[in-house]
Each structure stands twice: as structure tokens, then as C-alpha cells.
């Protein structure tokens, strides 16, 4: 299971930090990843993450403003958005693949707006 947390209405040039909590298998073995999803749009990679933590890629859209790391301990996902703009407005999902099935969870609501 997953459940994202975190999101809300923020003003441009703002800043958010999204969780993930991940229950029900071995989150330190797999890679996470981040999608979000504007209104109208195709859901779209944000970034992933290894399962060590040891290795992070990012879209070309996000990169430089975001910044996805994890706590295996607490077996939680981060999202940390720097300098929000509109377009970053989407709900925001955790997803990871486990043994061939691709698990999301529910979303968290992202707004920028002035």
C-alpha cells in the first residue's frame, strides 16, 4: 500500500515537501518513483529513485527544483519542490513495481497558484 500525503495550495516560488508511506512489502529493495498528472494532461515521470537510495534521475522539467530521496527505516518516500510554478500544479503519485505488478497510491493534490 501506498499513501502520499504532503500536498496543498501554494504560491508561486513556494515550496512543499511530499510523503509517501509504503506498507505491505520490502520497500528497500525497490526502486520508487514519483508520476504526476496536470488537469487535461498524461500522467508524467517526475523522477525515481534506487532502492538504496544511492541513485536518483529526474525529468528535464523538474531538475535542479526537485529532489526525491527516502527513509528505508521509515519506509517513506520524499518529494521535496522547491520554487513551485503553475505548472507544477497535478496530483502528485508514488508508484513502485513489484514483482511485475506496478502499485500507486491515491495521490496528493499539488496547487500553485497566486
Known amino acids: 500500500q501506498l499513501v502520499e500525503s504532503g500536498g496543498g495550495l501554494v504560491q508561486p516560488g513556494g515550496s512543499l515537501r511530499l510523503s509517501c508511506r509504503a506498507s505491505?512489502?520490502?520497500?528497500?529493495?525497490?526502486?520508487m518513483s514519483w508520476f504526476r498528472q496536470a488537469p487535461g494532461k498524461e500522467r508524467e515521470l517526475v523522477g525515481a529513485?534506487?532502492?538504496?537510495?544511492?541513485?536518483?534521475t529526474y525529468a528535464d522539467s523538474v531538475r535542479g527544483r526537485f529532489t526525491i530521496s527516502r527513509d528505508n527505516a521509515k519506509n517513506t518516500l520524499y518529494l521535496q519542490i522547491n520554487d513551485l510554478k503553475s505548472e507544477d500544479t497535478a496530483v502528485y503519485y508514488c508508484?513502485?513495481?513489484?514483482?511485475?505488478?506496478?502499485?500507486w497510491g491515491q495521490g496528493t493534490q499539488v496547487t500553485v497558484s497566486s
Open positions: 529513485i534506487a532502492g538504496n537510495g544511492g541513485g536518483t
Open positions: 505491505g512489502f520490502t520497500f528497500s529493495k525497490y526502486p
Open positions: 508508484t513502485v513495481a513489484v514483482e511485475n505488478t506496478r502499485f
